[in-house]
């Protein structure tokens, strides 16, 4: 869970750093609308049963890390924040958390005594 704190706080970041560290064009605007979504990927995995959502910030994250050199971004900060937060986003995107509850059963459940048998 600690990741996706972590996540949600970089997400946060992205949306605050180009007023913060004062840069603008296609870097703003690639951290303005990439904050949000890692932020909001990161809220939806903070429960038990939808926490493989986090996987969906892998390749934000990575985004994150090769745009400076694909959009050729001009700020220095800008460059810099965006690999530092694609890094850390790709990383926490990895950690697994440990399963303490079970939640629904799948098919199984609706017919819990079906078997090969009687099929």
């Not at 560290?21 to 990161?42: E, K, M, T």
């Not at 890390?65 to 965006?82: S, T």
């Not at 890094?87 to 078997?115: A, C, D, H, N």
């Amino acid at each position: 869970m600690w990741a996706q704190i972590i996540n949600i706080v970089l997400g946060i970041w992205l949306m605050a750093s180009p007023a913060i560290l004062g840069y603008n064009g296609v870097a703003a605007d690639i951290d303005h609308i990439l904050g949000p979504v890692v932020a909001s990927f990161a809220i939806i995995a903070l429960s038990g049963c939808t926490r493989s959502v986090s996987k969906c910030n892998i390749p934000l994250g990575f985004w994150l890390v090769i745009a400076p050199w694909i959009l050729q971004y001009e700020n220095g900060n800008a460059i810099a924040n965006d690999i530092f937060a694609g890094l850390l986003i790709t990383g926490f995107s990895f950690v697994k958390r440990k399963t303490t509850e079970q939640y629904g059963g799948g098919w199984s459940m609706v017919w819990p005594f079906r078997t090969e048998k009687h099929i």
